[in-house]
Nanobody, 123 residues
């Protein structure tokens, strides 16, 4: 079983920054790809970014490339999402996830989810 606990959401003005954190624990946690999805009101949950514990390889959605950076702390098993140059369209609940796939594209590809943290970007 894997447990994921997010923190760091909030309200920010357009152009601002936020950093999300995800504390991960559980058996074989180091074997999973970690990452983030988000879900805006009335929309489907969508992929944002992933990182591997070993080597720190990353993948990003086109919509966040160049603005968001995903990193990981292998000692504390924490994953971070640094979000810069935020836009109103980034407003969503952000979910930490653990998956087997290097770049899960569908919700059904993800076996473990955090509870979500709200990010609101005002214009």
């Amino acid at each position: 079983q894997v447990e994921l606990v997010e923190s760091g959401g909030g309200l920010v003005q357009a152009g601002g920054s936020l950093r999300l954190s995800c504390a991960a624990s559980g058996r074989f946690i180091s074997t999973y790809t970690m990452g983030w999805f988000r879900q805006a009101p009335g929309k489907e949950r969508e992929f944002v970014a992933t990182v591997t514990w070993s080597g720190g390889a990353t993948t990003y959605a086109d919509s966040v490339t160049g603005r968001f950076t995903i990193t990981r702390d292998n000692v504390g098993y924490t994953v971070y999402l640094q979000m810069n140059s935020l836009k109103p369209e980034d407003t969503a609940v952000y979910y930490c996830m653990a998956a087997f796939a290097r770049r899960p594209s569908r919700v059904s590809d993800v076996p473990y989810w955090g509870q979500g943290t709200q990010v609101t970007v005002s214009s």
